[in-house]
């Protein structure tokens, strides 16, 4: 009996779970969808509608391309409501004025669209090695320069059908470890740009966001004895994701994603 409880418990999740993150089609559209809808054409003149929750009550939540044609694209707004009937209406009248009409039943399924962040990389090296330097006005200190690190993410869209091409979010980055880390230097794949904080993105592709870190902060022997001072976290965060016909990401994905960049911890010269 238990056995059986556990299996019928499976299949409801199961059965929720795609029912709550649906492919959207043409007749379980999601929000901000576009569809084809046809009829076949027999050379009569089609008047497309679409009504709400009744077969009277007009909306504006669905903008009809060709209203007039035999075969014609839906978009379905962005703001309408998941779980929410719609009816598609489609009257037919012949050269002899004689008419006919048919209804497609149309129920709003939640957005597939969401995304993903992702480092390239889990630990992250320096570009180079680190430089040295004897100070002007003592001889007997040395700096050393750390220089930059180079840290990739990538963001990936996932649901996008044609209809949702293209997408944005808003993207930071912050730093664990320590202050005098500079982040400016930042730059995308082709289909990627960036104006203030929001990343444009041209196309339903990943995105990969490079940036070129700078240390700059000033290390002697004495600032960093135990060698350890040059390593830092650089964790990136995605946020208010949204295909470019405005609808929003639908909030399963995963929104931030770290690397840690390091040099061996190396201590200073001991001597007898």
Not at 107 to 113: L, R
Not at 176 to 184: F, H, Q
Request: hydrophobic share 40%; net charge negative.
């Amino acid at each position: 009996m238990k056995k059986l409880v556990l299996f019928f418990a499976a299949v409801l999740i199961t059965a929720v779970s795609s029912n709550l993150f649906a492919q959207s089609t043409g007749t379980n559209p999601a929000p901000g969808a576009t569809h084809h809808y046809s009829i076949t054409d027999n050379g009569n003149t089609m008047a497309w509608s679409v009504t709400k929750g009744d077969l009277t009550t007009a909306t504006t939540d669905a903008t009809i391309a060709s209203p007039a044609a035999a075969a014609t694209d839906i978009t379905w707004a962005s703001t309408v409501t998941v779980g929410d009937w719609y009816y598609v209406h489609v009257l037919e009248t012949d050269a002899n004025g004689c008419s006919n009409e048919k209804v497609l039943a149309v129920q709003i399924t939640a957005s597939p669209f969401y995304l993903t962040i992702a480092a390239a990389n889990a630990t992250q090296c320096y570009d180079g090695a680190v430089t040295a330097s004897i100070d002007a006005g003592d001889a007997s200190v040395i700096h050393y320069d750390h220089g930059n690190a180079t840290v990739e993410f990538t963001v990936t869209p996932s649901g996008l059908s044609t209809s949702y091409s293209g997408y944005e979010f808003d993207l930071a980055i912050a730093f664990a470890g320590y202050t005098g880390l500079d982040a400016s230097n930042v730059s995308f794949s082709a289909n990627g740009s960036m104006s203030g904080t929001l990343v444009t993105v041209s196309d339903n592709n990943p995105v990969t966001i490079t940036y070129v870190i700078d240390n700059t902060n000033d290390f002697t022997n004495a600032t960093d004895a135990a060698g350890t001072a040059a390593d830092y976290t650089a964790t990136a965060t995605i946020s208010n994701g949204k295909a470019n016909n405005g609808v929003s990401d639908n909030t399963t994905g995963t929104y931030v994603d770290d690397t840690n960049v390091a040099r061996p911890h190396t201590t200073g010269i001991q001597t007898n």
